[in-house]
């Protein structure tokens, strides 16, 4: 075979293919990087999603730094909700948005194990999403135990509140 440009040209070409080809792309697929990071705990009623008992209500009080929910008529000479039927409760919660986007709020009941408790009618009623930076809204709690969920209201061990960025 005789040495000419092409024949080098194509050589060459073809030792760089097959060293790529070998050797990988150059691109990655773990990086871990420490960064300096800032992060402070709030209270509820000082947090990027700030909570707050309105006025004074049996039923939301906080509790060193945290609010609490009380629906089980500890502080009354109820006994809990009513079975078998819907049970309100308005403007006993603020919610603030104190970050920095508009976020959707909503509501889950949870068992001891985290899970999500789905047979119990649970909603924040009085909502007006989205919650814009910097403004806050009242919101009440409604349970509808219709159709004998009742039973299963023992099964709830925290009540979630999730705040997600709306999309725009």
Same mark, same amino acid.
Do not use: H, K, Q, W
């Given at each position: 075979? %005789?040495?000419?440009? %092409?024949?080098?040209? $194509?050589?060459?070409?073809?030792?760089?293919?097959?060293?790529?080809?070998?050797? #990988?792309? !150059?691109?990655?697929? =773990?990086?871990?990087?420490? %960064? =300096?990071?800032? $992060?402070?705990?709030?209270?509820?009623?000082?947090? *990027?999603?700030?909570?707050?008992?309105?006025?004074?209500?049996?039923?939301?009080?906080?509790?060193?730094?945290?609010?609490? *929910?009380? *629906?089980?008529?500890?502080?009354?000479?109820? !006994? !809990?909700?009513?079975?078998?039927?819907?049970?309100?409760?308005?403007?006993?919660?603020? $919610?603030?948005?104190? !970050?920095?986007?508009?976020?959707?709020?909503?509501?889950?009941?949870?068992?001891?194990? #985290?899970?999500?408790?789905?047979?119990?009618?649970?909603?924040?009623?009085? @909502?007006?999403?989205?919650?814009?930076?910097?403004?806050?809204? &009242?919101?009440? *709690?409604?349970?509808?135990?219709?159709?004998?969920? #009742?039973?299963?209201?023992?099964? $709830?061990?925290?009540?979630?509140? @999730?705040? &997600?960025? =709306? &999309?725009?």
């Amino acid at each position: 075979m %005789r040495m000419n440009r %092409r024949n080098v040209l $194509i050589g060459l070409g073809t030792i760089v293919a097959g060293g790529g080809a070998a050797l #990988g792309t !150059g691109a990655f697929s =773990t990086v871990t990087a420490d %960064r =300096t990071a800032n $992060i402070e705990v709030a209270d509820d009623s000082n947090a *990027f999603l700030a909570l707050e008992p309105v006025d004074d209500n049996p039923y939301v009080v906080e509790e060193g730094g945290e609010v609490v *929910f009380y *629906f089980d008529g500890e502080d009354s000479n109820a !006994g !809990g909700l009513n079975d078998n039927a819907v049970t309100e409760f308005e403007s006993i919660l603020r $919610i603030t948005n104190n !970050g920095s986007n508009e976020v959707d709020v909503s509501i889950e009941a949870i068992d001891e194990n #985290g899970d999500e408790v789905t047979d119990i009618g649970l909603e924040l009623t009085g @909502l007006e999403d989205p919650i814009s930076s910097g403004d806050n809204t &009242e919101v009440g *709690f409604e349970f509808d135990l219709v159709g004998g969920d #009742g039973e299963n209201i023992d099964d $709830i061990d925290d009540l979630r509140i @999730l705040a &997600e960025e =709306t &999309e725009n």
